[in-house]
């Protein structure tokens, strides 16, 4: 049963919408996998392959989300089924699919973040690092934090849209900028800050040429991942918006946020590690937590640092996170007509319980991770451009025009892109994907099963 559009919440301001929308943006990606992404293939190479595929790929493909759920005002699976009728609905079946092991795996990650900001007051992680990531990321500890997590992303989302998800995001979001850019400020004057400017920011084009096979679709993936693509949730947001609104400017301001947010979290990132001595190219999920408390470790009130840039990591974690369950919780509460407190308290559980055995083997950590960041919305977001693009192009492109004064070429252009180049590169990036998830499978699970 479909709650009627009078029923429906939405959001209180314009500004709300763009905070809530980058909230979800700004997450674990931009400061936890994009420097673990530049720094596993190659410096500078990657960044500017994954700012060109912003600009191609992310941007179109967040108007298309922007489109479906603004056209639609209903959750992925409904959305999916209006516009494209027939089977799309389980297309849309797929996202809610994607939201459930993202966020099982992406709340143990969060949890860290937790563990850490406490940590930074005891000073836990100050005397042997590496030992303490070992310790808190995998077992009991880990399962408590990400039981915390949870539980505050929870009672967040069930207070609803405006009182809930929008409040909390008009804070969190300036108050990470604040923090991120002054620590910046704070990097800029490290030792180890000229070298580390010198790898982030000068690309070395051999690199680009050598590894293409791996820079490319890891650039798209980390593209779609920052930009929150790929599993409805901007669909979702966009669901809760009026049609006065331009997407097109709407879509600039929350993809530029999220691109200067991801900048400036390299530029703090790589001075301290720099400065700590630490090589920035240490690949695996643990070397962002153990080279930042490394570098707190070493300098003077580092625990205040460290509280401040953990703190930081916290909230944006929990932005996005809010986003993921939100686009399950709204299918609960669209489709199945449930009280979206029951709604979120079941979810968040079975997300919980689901995320508690990557809790404690690194080989499932990394199965969810691969599984939802690198497959999933890859293919969640190539279907939809095959809807938007070919299928129901003429209602899009309608829908885009609302709220643009005048579009001029804009629209054409658009839906040309998402025609050709970025379904395109997401085939590419999926072939590639699969391979290397079936590698994952072979090498790492089936031996791990075995033991
Ligand atoms: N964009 C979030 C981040 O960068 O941490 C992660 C994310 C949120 C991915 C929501 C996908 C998603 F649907």
Redesign the pocket.
């Known amino acids: 049963m479909q709650t009627s559009e009078i029923l429906r919440e939405s959001w209180a301001t314009r500004v709300g919408f763009i905070f809530a929308a980058v909230g979800?943006?700004?997450?674990?990606?931009?400061?936890?996998?994009?420097p673990f992404q530049v720094g596993q293939e190659g410096g500078a190479a990657f960044l500017f392959i994954y700012l060109g595929f912003i600009l191609v790929i992310g941007f179109p493909a967040m108007l298309v989300e922007f489109v479906i759920g603004r056209n639609t005002k209903l959750n992925p699976v409904g959305a999916l089924q209006e516009f494209g009728g027939g089977a799309w609905g389980y297309v849309g079946w797929i996202f809610i699919v994607?939201?459930f092991v993202?966020l099982a795996f992406?709340s143990v990650v969060a949890g860290w973040t937790l563990r850490y900001f406490v940590g930074s007051f005891t000073g836990a992680y100050m005397e042997n690092p590496a030992a303490y990531f070992t310790q808190i990321s995998v077992g009991w500890d880990a399962v408590f934090f990400h039981a915390v997590f949870m539980l505050v992303t929870i009672s967040i989302v069930a207070i609803g849209i405006q009182r809930g998800i929008e409040r909390a995001a008009t804070v969190i979001v300036p108050a990470i900028f604040i923090i991120l850019l002054s620590l910046a400020v704070y990097a800029f004057f490290l030792d180890g800050a000229a070298d580390a400017y010198t790898y982030y920011l000068t690309p070395d084009l051999s690199e680009i040429t050598a590894n293409w096979q791996s820079v490319l679709p890891a650039a798209a993936g980390q593209a779609?991942?920052?930009?929150?693509?790929?599993?409805?949730?901007?669909i979702t947001y966009a669901s809760y918006i009026g049609e006065d609104r331009n997407l097109g400017e709407d879509g600039t301001a929350i993809v530029a946020f999220?691109v200067i947010i991801?900048f400036i979290a390299g530029l703090v990132v790589f001075p301290i590690i720099f400065t700590a001595g630490v090589s920035p190219a240490d690949p695996g999920p643990g070397a962002i937590f153990v080279s930042l408390a490394d570098a707190f470790a070493g300098v003077p009130l580092g625990w205040l640092l460290g509280a401040i840039f953990f703190g930081t990591f916290f909230l944006?974690?929990l932005t996005?996170?809010i986003?993921?369950i939100e686009?399950i919780v709204t299918y609960a509460i669209d489709e199945h007509d449930v009280d979206r407190t029951v709604a979120t308290v079941t979810i968040g559980t079975l997300i919980f319980l689901l995320g508690v055995p990557t809790a404690f083997d690194e080989v499932i950590f990394g199965m969810y991770d691969q599984l939802a960041?690198e497959v999933l919305?890859v293919l969640g977001t190539l279907l939809i451009m095959i809807l938007v693009g070919w299928i129901a192009a003429p209602r899009a492109k309608a829908e885009l025009t609302k709220g643009i004064e005048k579009p001029g070429p804009f629209i054409d252009i658009w839906i040309w892109l998402v025609r050709v180049p970025v379904i395109l590169v997401l085939i590419v990036s999926l072939y590639l994907a699969l391979i290397g998830f079936a590698d994952f499978l072979q090498n790492e699970l089936v031996p791990w099963i075995a033991e």
Do not use: E, P
């Open positions: 979800s943006a700004v997450g674990l990606g931009n400061v936890w996998r994009f994607i939201g993202l992406y779609l991942f920052t930009l929150s693509l790929g599993m409805g949730v901007m999220d991801a944006a974690a996005s996170a986003s993921i686009v960041a919305l």
